[in-house]
């Protein structure tokens, strides 16, 4: 009996932990759409997590006051102006390289892959809020992104992709 009660206690403790690990530490979710491509492929499976501090070129969930869920690369953060000038990104001025992007830049036709753009006329005002992120699809030109819908608040951010696992030909850390 004493065997039984120690396998019951055990497997209690187990699936408790599954729950926790899958509620709070890496949460699976499915892919819907192109915008994300190559990077993410519509019907990727990807785990995310919710308790790691949001940096540049982060690939995250958010779900706006309307109900819709996106997944969106983070481009600028708060107090940063971005820019974008014959497909080159700046943030406060300065040039920064999207190594992620340097293959569908290359497939480019003779137009921008990013469009240009300033922050500051986007948003109509001179940086990113406080508490905010500009966020951009990696599919640019087929992307409802921060150029269409402004700013992300960071209350409205749900966690931060970390790995596809489905489908196996895919697997990769994000």
Not at 4 to 23: D, E, Q, T
Not at 62 to 89: C, W
């Amino acid at each position: 009996m004493d065997r039984i009660w120690y396998w019951l206690k055990l497997v209690v403790v187990a699936v408790m932990l599954v729950f926790i690990i899958r509620g709070f530490l890496l949460i699976p979710m499915t892919v819907d759409g192109i915008s994300m491509e190559p990077t993410l492929q519509a019907d990727d499976h990807i785990v995310y997590e919710k308790i790691s501090s949001i940096n540049r070129f982060d690939v995250v969930i958010f779900q706006m006051p309307n109900g819709n869920t996106y997944i969106k690369r983070v481009i600028g953060l708060p107090n940063e102006k971005i820019a974008y000038k014959n497909d080159k990104l700046y943030v406060d001025g300065k040039e920064v390289a999207e190594p992620f992007l340097g293959k569908q830049k290359i497939k480019r036709t003779s137009t921008h892959y990013t469009t240009n753009f300033d922050s500051e006329e986007i948003l109509e005002q001179p940086a990113i809020s406080e508490n905010a992120y500009f966020v951009l699809g990696d599919n640019r030109r087929l992307s409802k992104d921060s150029r269409s819908f402004g700013e992300v608040d960071a209350k409205y951010v749900v966690g931060k992709a970390r790995f596809i696992y489905y489908p196996l030909f895919h697997i990769k850390w994000l």
